[in-house]
């Protein structure tokens, strides 16, 4: 079946640094998602990509779908206390299957 | 966007009760729900897929038994965890995906999530 892994699977960096984390799916995707859970909270939808190598920016993030529709990568610039949380890619391997969730990347950042 | 709604937030019980846990869409009708379980710092674990009128799907590896779904209406699903041990012990979500439901929206919507501990 369908998989999808996430790369780190925890970051630590300074507040003001950058952070990436990186998406891989085995399969093509129809679309990727992206979800973001706070501390004892639950995850809560970012962003949704669906064309091939499309790039989609929400003020300080900066999220990118590859050409080939299986990878997908969240970079944050200049990170901040408020960007502590779990990353999460979900994809749709066809347009009306379920989101298959990545393993998630914990980011912490030290102020 | 959709509100999915949880309940109870938090629960505490004995070993060898069984736990109902209610997960209700409150401003659109939701087809297909998911429970997921995670584990602390780890990722979502799906354990079904909860179908309004048929019988749930269940994850490889997951009892069925154990965790019992029910679908009844088009706003609600019940996860009962029967004869809870320690090791259920957990955090318990559930989500509403309007998508696949022939909705508008194609992202999932959480509920807030239940945390289970058993004593």
């Known amino acids: 079946g369908q998989q999808v892994m996430q790369i780190p699977q925890y970051q630590h960096v300074q507040e003001g640094e950058d952070f990436t984390t990186y998406c891989n799916s085995s399969?093509?995707?129809?679309?990727i998602q992206w979800y973001k859970q706070r501390p004892g909270g639950h995850p809560v939808f970012l962003i949704q990509?669906?064309?091939?190598?499309e790039v989609k920016k929400q003020k300080r993030l900066t999220f990118q779908f590859g050409e080939a529709k299986k990878n997908s990568s969240l970079h944050i610039t200049a990170t901040q206390t408020t960007d502590v949380g779990t990353y999460f890619c979900?994809?749709?391997?066809?347009?009306?299957?379920?989101?298959?969730f990545g393993e998630g990347t914990q980011l912490t950042v030290n102020p | 966007g959709a509100v999915v709604s949880q309940h109870p937030s938090r629960v505490i019980c004995k070993s060898g009760t069984s736990v109902k846990i209610e997960c209700r869409s409150l401003d659109f009708q939701a087809t297909t729900m998911f429970w997921y379980r995670q584990f602390p710092k780890k990722s979502l674990m799906l354990m079904a897929t909860s179908n309004e009128g048929s019988k749930a799907t269940y994850e490889q590896g997951v009892e069925k038994d154990k965790f019992l779904i029910n679908h009844a209406s088009l706003t609600l699903s019940t996860l009962t965890v029967t004869s809870a041990h320690p090791e259920d012990s957990s955090f318990y979500i559930c989500?509403?995906?309007?998508?696949?439901?022939?909705?508008?929206?194609?992202?999932?919507?959480f509920g807030p999530g239940t945390r289970l501990t058993v004593l």
């Open positions: 989500s509403a995906d309007p998508w696949t439901s022939g909705g508008a929206y194609n992202e999932q919507f």
């Open positions: 990509l669906v064309k091939s190598g």
């Open positions: 979900a994809g749709r391997e066809t347009s009306g299957s379920r989101l298959t």
């Open positions: 399969t093509t995707l129809s679309n």
